[in-house]
């Protein structure tokens, strides 16, 4: 692992992809002083809009990867499906990578994911694999027939999944694309948290205070800060996460979304190596918000004081419920919009924090 | 006065000006799903590497000014020496341009905007007018013999500034341009304080608590805030920046610099209609910043929650102090830095800000 600063204030940095995740990177790492440069196959992305420099090209785009990876002098990204070979590609350029491709081939099969976090003691809600269709209804009754079929190596938000009960439909092979799967336990979880967290280069770890979420539909709804779960729990929470981060070699923002049974047992959902949607209240609720933490580590700079100043909850913008952006900012509260162009039906377009006195 | 929105998320406004109020500005309306058009003769500025689209031209060329407000739905500044008739130029186009001509003509003339303030009841520092070069000692003496000459037309920072005491040396009237000019009486104040506050379209008023601040050589080195001055003469301070507000029926965030004598009176320094060093905290201390808070003004939105959450100081990095930039993000504090290519001698290069738990 370098250690220490691999790049200063004026210099370049890249971000692949150009959605609402690389447009708040974009902006964090430029109101430290550095300018941005985005890779994205999106023409007009929400990131570009506040970048110096965009590349718009697909991910094979070998001569127009290696053209950016001239232009910076580190990179990182804003989604874990960023193809391995570009990430790849970049490091290969003699630019670091943070995350690398190592760690993406870890968090792009939801299999190999699961078999991590045992491995490393972190345990994982009951799962089973399905590599063809006869599986399904195998892995389903092994759960105790109640669960989630879901693709291993794709999809997002809800999408690619099929909540099976006790008989599992014809169609639920086809719904995740006929190809290599898992089922997961539906867990009776009291409540979903969520930990985001930073490593440094340096090794140092900082997590923010981790909230509670809501979901419906496989997307996140709502995030409620700090979770009223009992500090214990949360403590533990945390060290799982720094127990993640050190087997990864991690360097940058990373979360682990965690489920807290009603018996009292935390099991892991799954982990994301970037800066997560449950923590975008941190921009507005601590002193260094979740988008610059994960650039000062990328940076090989000291991490931020996470120290939070407010409670409060963070509303996701779902498509058409951003048409009542006059009525958050007319209640004061904090509204941040991506710039998307078109409000489809469950699309994140942006999010609201409340806040109120830290209690 | 037009109240109601005149721009919806998605659509683009305009920012005269390419420095790091620029910057910010447009940081904050992206925040918000805004697009960030710049105009400014700089090449390579610091607002336009976080802004949609820039237009690289001089303040008199009328068809690049044209283009610009043709793509634009309403504009701002971040200076208030843009020339008058770019200002104007973007009315008559059509497209809303708040500050307006007819307020930065009231800023462009110190002298002007003297007699404005004592017109409407806020009293300025003494001061006497200079035509020609004999006035400056008269107006010295008039004003007991300790005071600061100043171009009437030009000079920011410092710079066209003239201190004097007792006799006026001979090449004070080259010194501030050889032109109208005038002599500031200096004030034994107790303490500087400034009130940056916002009026929206509908003619709401909503002010940041004041904070108080430290010059060195006529540049802003350093606000504390909030300010240790009396309630009382905190709230007079923002009793007269509303009835500046109110008399200039203002839209936007603007600031008033106010001296508190030893004897407890407030004196005005000056006014600026635009985002104001001495608020940069607001972004780290508050619900709302100033930056967001002038772009929901303009752009006819409710205003936002000025509520405090921490107290602090912000200290302004000139010159080669950037170059402290690591030991500053290793201290935990809010570090911004502008993206200025080259550290002039006492060039605004970035701030910090210190936040402590309110108390």
């Known amino acids: 692992m370098t250690s220490g600063p691999i790049a200063r204030p004026g210099d370049a940095i890249g971000i692949l992809g150009g959605g609402q995740l690389g447009r708040m990177l974009a902006m964090a790492a430029a109101d430290l002083g550095l ?23 697909d991910w094979n785009d070998t001569a127009a990867l290696k053209e950016f990876a001239a232009s910076i002098v580190a990179a990182t990204l804003e989604f874990e499906n960023v193809p391995v070979a570009a990430a790849d590609l970049i490091e290969a350029a003699g630019k670091p990578m943070r995350p690398n491709g190592r760690t993406l081939e870890r968090t792009q099969d939801r299999l190999a994911e699961k078999m991590f976090l045992r491995e490393i003691g972190i345990e994982p809600a009951p799962f089973a694999r399905v590599d063809e269709p006869d599986d399904i209804q195998k892995a389903l009754d092994s759960l105790g027939g109640n669960g989630v079929l879901k693709s291993r190596f794709s999809g997002y938000d809800g999408k690619g999944q099929v909540r099976l009960k006790g008989k599992a439909p014809a169609n639920a092979w086809a719904d995740v694309g006929a190809g290599p799967s898992l089922v997961e336990a539906w867990i009776e979880h009291d409540r979903e ?53 050190e087997a990864l070699d991690y360097v940058g923002v990373l979360a682990l979304e965690l489920f807290l049974t009603r018996d009292g047992k935390l099991l892991a959902n799954e982990f994301a190596p970037r800066v997560h949607n449950s923590g975008h209240w941190t921009q507005d609720a601590c002193r260094t918000g979740q988008f610059e933490q994960h650039i000062r580590a990328v940076c090989g700079w000291p991490l931020g004081d996470p120290t939070r100043h407010s409670d409060g909850e963070m509303i996701n913008l779902l498509g058409e419920d951003v048409l009542g952006w006059e009525s958050y900012l007319a209640e004061g509260a904090k509204l941040h919009l991506y710039g998307k162009r078109h409000a489809a039906n469950g699309r994140k377009m942006g999010h609201v924090t409340r806040l109120r006195p830290r209690s």
Do not use: M, Y
Request: aromatic fraction near 6%.
């Open 35 to 57: 300018d941005v440069h985005i890779f994205t196959p999106e023409a007009d992305s929400p990131a570009a809009r506040v970048a110096k420099r965009a590349w718009v090209a």
């Open 193 to 245: 948290i969520s930990v985001i967290a930073a490593r440094g280069s340096d090794g140092a770890f900082v997590a923010f205070d981790p909230p509670e979420n809501d979901h419906s539909g496989g997307i996140l709804r709502r995030s409620v800060f700090p979770s009223s779960a009992p500090q214990g729990v949360l403590d533990e929470a945390v060290r799982l996460t720094k127990r993640l981060a």
